[in-house]
């Protein structure tokens, strides 16, 4: 099964966001385990963000920090508060073994 890493801190209003906004959006991706670390509370959580970054050579300004099949997806506000829904912006790992969640099956 592929696995979301979710990078949050707690008492972050971004990830009060994430917290009500996700499980909703788990639902169209019934492959994909989502897991929470919690990087002010867990200092290997923090870690291994730290690492994921580096590898990356990217810079983690802010949490949340998305990581799935590889790929790093940094903030979050709300599902509307970019130009690319985040269905959009997931690996294609992700998105090819599931269906679209805005098209229907007739």
């Known amino acids: 099964m592929l ?38 509370v867990d200092s290997a959580s923090a870690g291994r963000l730290s690492r994921i970054v580096e590898q990356h050579q990217t810079m983690a300004a802010s949490v949340p920090v998305f990581h799935v099949a590889d790929k790093l997806l940094v903030g979050f506000e709300n599902e509307n508060s970019t130009d690319v829904p985040f269905s959009e912006k997931l690996p294609a790992q992700v998105t090819s073994e599931v269906p679209d969640p805005r098209t229907s099956v007739e």
């Open 3 to 40: 696995q979301m890493e979710v990078f949050i801190r707690t008492g972050c209003s971004h990830y009060a966001a994430v917290k009500d906004w996700l499980p909703e959006f788990m639902k169209a991706y019934p492959g994909l385990e989502l897991v929470y670390r919690d990087i002010a």
